[in-house]
């Protein structure tokens, strides 16, 4: 798994190495260089005689660049700095210039600079590091990325983190330098890959600095080989009972697909039986028939997928499947139109799996002045106050979908292709999720915060089964459901 943590945990662990003189900015510097070269020999075939341009802040992040701008200049490479306030890394430009470098401030226009970035092969851009909120780049800074960005950005090589980004939230509320690569030094931060700003990192490096990063991570990204550790893989005496059993409330009449596409999951993600309430039972059990229709001991419940708000019958039973989790502790996926039935509070075996204006209205409904583009703006902070109003687990869906939980667990995955912005899509991660929560109900129970690493488990498989269904082109929700047992099949063996 990839783990991220906070400026204020990577500060923590850098002191006592400075106060041992280690040297961490040129060790920094010298992993940005070789990093540096090695993508001016991809773009250009040779390093030396290449053009970079190093846009200099005036902390350490503008150190990390001067000197690796002084190492590339050793080796051939023309280095322009550029400086854009008053105050500079003094050590880094004193390498720089020893090294053959070139220096212009910029105390007026930002013309001649622009020209010199968009001019270069590559720009580093070492502006701000991670003391940004992400309310952007402002004052001459602001402004020559603003005309860099207008006149057509070059490759751009972000040092730490791409300048003007949310280092602890992703936010980017003003003027940000996007990214084609992020050469990132100690740790990963959280902004990297949180959205909106893991938009702004391209791809994501990270140096080792042998940092000793203390207390909890902020952000987890699960990978394939995490899955095999969370999956409930049954033992050589399981039965459909020990394996769990999901309950499914969805679909109506009118749209009988969402309760097809949910059960389906369930079955397909190998889960012990899948029991279906609803009106649509025949046309459930047509397409599967493993489904059992009736009332029954389940472990986990979906519900919602399909419900339409005049639907009495469906939220009838959603009522009753919410008093089986507030009381007897069962676990459920409450998605789409049971959210608005959510009781004032649940726990944490309950995962909520709302886009962001789902989560918007919820919000709303408790009193929080929020709309949807605030919820895209800051995703996280959002799900967790969904997750301190009612303390159910917050599955966020989107572009990348974010969980948090119990215990401050959070989780940042970014699997799915585009494709999977489909119809549907929602209904086969609800039941897929139903599955491994049934699955892994007592442990849940043991560990709440278990239930978010699950949540974030669902989304990797079904970002990786879309994958699989029709690699590169388009997919349906059906045929996501349909790619999921080898998807597991694969991801367990790995």
């Known amino acids: 798994m990839l783990q991220t943590w906070t400026s204020a945990q990577v500060r923590a662990a850098e002191e006592p190495l400075l106060a041992l003189g280690v040297p961490l900015m040129e060790r920094a510097a010298f992993a ?32 990390d660049a001067l000197h690796a701008g002084a190492l590339l200049a050793r080796r051939g490479v023309d280095v322009h700095a550029v400086l854009t306030g008053a105050r500079v890394h003094e050590g880094g430009l004193a390498a720089l210039l020893r090294a053959g470098g070139r220096v212009l401030r910029v105390e007026g226009p930002v013309d001649d600079a622009v020209a010199l970035a968009a001019g270069a092969d590559l720009v580093l851009d070492g502006l701000l590091g991670i003391g940004s909120d992400g309310s952007g780049l402002r004052g001459t800074a602001g402004a020559l990325v603003d005309a860099l960005v207008a006149r057509g950005r070059p490759y751009v090589i972000a040092v730490d983190v791409p300048s003007g980004l949310g280092v602890d939230d ?14 990132t030094f100690g740790g990963l931060k959280p ?44 033992a050589p005496d ?55 229709v009736g009332h029954g001991r389940v472990q986990s419940w979906v519900f919602g997928p399909g419900v339409s708000p005049d639907d009495a019958g469906q939220r009838r039973r959603i009522g009753y499947a919410f008093e089986h989790v507030r009381e007897r502790g069962e676990a459920a996926v409450v998605d789409a139109g049971a959210l608005e039935l959510l009781p004032a509070h649940v726990g944490p075996h309950a995962v909520l799996t709302p886009h962001a204006g789902e989560l918007a209205r919820l919000l709303a409904q408790r009193g929080e002045d929020v709309d949807r583009a605030a919820v895209e703006a800051e995703p996280l902070r959002w799900a967790r106050r969904v997750h301190e109003l009612t303390g159910a687990t917050v599955l966020l869906k989107g572009p990348v979908t974010v969980v948090a939980g119990a215990q401050g667990a959070a989780y940042a995955q970014a699997d799915a292709p585009a494709w999977l912005s489909t119809a549907g899509a929602g209904d086969v991660l609800a039941g897929l999720l139903g599955a491994l929560l049934a699955g892994r109900v007592d442990a849940v ?49 790995a």
């Open 191 to 234: 902004g990297l890959v949180l959205p909106p700003g893991t938009g702004a990192a391209g791809r994501v490096e990270l140096v080792d600095l042998g940092l000793d990063l203390a207390g909890s991570p902020a952000v987890v990204r699960l990978e394939p080989g995490d899955v095999a550790d969370l999956w409930p893989v049954p």
């Open 32 to 63: 940005l260089h070789v990093r540096t070269a090695a993508v001016l020999r991809e773009r250009r075939g040779v390093v030396r005689g290449a053009r970079v341009a190093v846009l200099a802040g005036p902390g350490n992040n503008g150190g």
């Open 170 to 183: 992703g936010r980017r509320d003003g003027t940000v330098l996007d990214a084609d690569l992020t050469v």
């Open 445 to 493: 129970h043991e560990d709440p915060s278990l239930v978010a690493a699950l949540a974030a488990t669902a989304a990797l498989v079904h970002g990786r089964a879309a994958h699989r269904a029709n690699p590169g082109g388009p997919i349906s929700a059906r045929a996501v459901a349909d790619a999921l047992p080898a998807t597991i099949a694969e991801l367990l063996g």
């Open 238 to 292: 399981a039965h459909k009972y020990t394996r769990g059993v999901v309950g499914v409330v969805a679909g109506s009449r009118a749209y009988p697909g969402a309760a097809v596409l949910a059960t389906s999951a369930a079955v397909q993600a190998g889960v012990g039986m899948v029991r279906y309430l609803g009106d649509v039972g025949d046309v459930v059990v047509a397409a599967h028939p493993e489904v059992v």
